[in-house]
């Protein structure tokens, strides 16, 4: 058990959650009026389905990637959102989101853990950027695919960017397509992210770098399960992952 607002602190910290500048505010989102924490639930995203199955469960507290509150987007509680934030008062659940922290994170954020995940040697992040890299034993792209897949269990959409074998991986999690370039120019060989644009293919094959789109949802389902299950383990809560499948 520990206090809503200690347990967001220490997230913080852990995070270092103020030094983004974010889409969207990371941490408490929505106070429901529990301060003891007892039981926990993680997933990728605030969804109705995901917040009926926290309060149905007795969760205290659910702890996201992608919450609520995004730049630009309409304030008003109306509709979807007012839906979902009445869905989590009533249900008593108090919601945690981090966004562009969880990502980053060097031992529990969504990069190291899809870094790992696929056997990547050494991975790091590229300086002053999102994107990792690191190398694997050198291997053609469609078995490397076949191991993408294996991880994730979701094929990924491959473009070929030339013939040459994977060897020097870069990624980064979610909708980061648009660091191809980036990645092209750090002398990668090989770009996972998750989602893709029209433009991505024409840019891939003209810079020469092999790209796998392996899906917004399916390569950030595992940051905010590493967090949540350190959470767990030092503070003694119950955790459950709550999965709301999504092809995108």
């Known amino acids: 058990m520990i206090d809503l607002f200690t347990l967001e602190h220490y997230c913080n910290t852990l995070l270092d959650s103020s030094s983004f500048d974010d889409y969207c505010p990371n941490g408490l989102q929505l106070d429901a009026g529990k301060r003891e924490i007892r039981r926990l639930a993680s997933a990728v995203t605030a969804s109705l389905a995901v917040i009926e199955q926290a309060a149905g469960q007795g969760c205290d507290l659910l702890l996201v990637h992608h919450g609520y509150f995004w730049r630009g987007e309409p304030a008003p509680l109306t509709g979807i959102k007012g839906r979902r934030i009445r869905a989590l008062i009533q249900g008593g659940v108090s919601l945690l989101a981090y966004h562009l922290p969880l990502d980053a994170h060097p031992e529990l954020g969504n990069n190291r853990c899809l870094g790992d995940l696929l056997g990547v040697q050494e991975g790091e992040p590229l300086a ?4 990792w890299g690191g190398e694997v034993p050198a291997e053609p792209l469609q078995p490397f695919a076949r191991r993408v897949e294996g991880a994730l269990d979701r094929a990924p959409l491959v473009i070929a960017g030339g013939e040459h074998p994977v060897r020097r991986v870069g ?3 979610g909708a980061a397509q648009g660091a191809i370039q980036e990645a092209a120019a750090a002398g990668l060989d090989t770009f996972v992210s998750g989602e893709v644009s029209e433009a991505t293919t024409h840019l891939a094959r003209e810079l020469g770098i092999h790209y796998l789109a392996a899906g917004h ?8 399960q590493a967090l949540a299950r350190h959470l767990a383990e030092k503070f003694d809560l119950e955790h459950r992952f709550l999965d709301d499948p999504n092809p995108v």
């Open 217 to 224: 949802h399916a390569t950030e389902r595992f940051g905010v």
């Open 128 to 131: 002053g950027s999102l994107v």
């Open 171 to 173: 990624w980064c999690t």
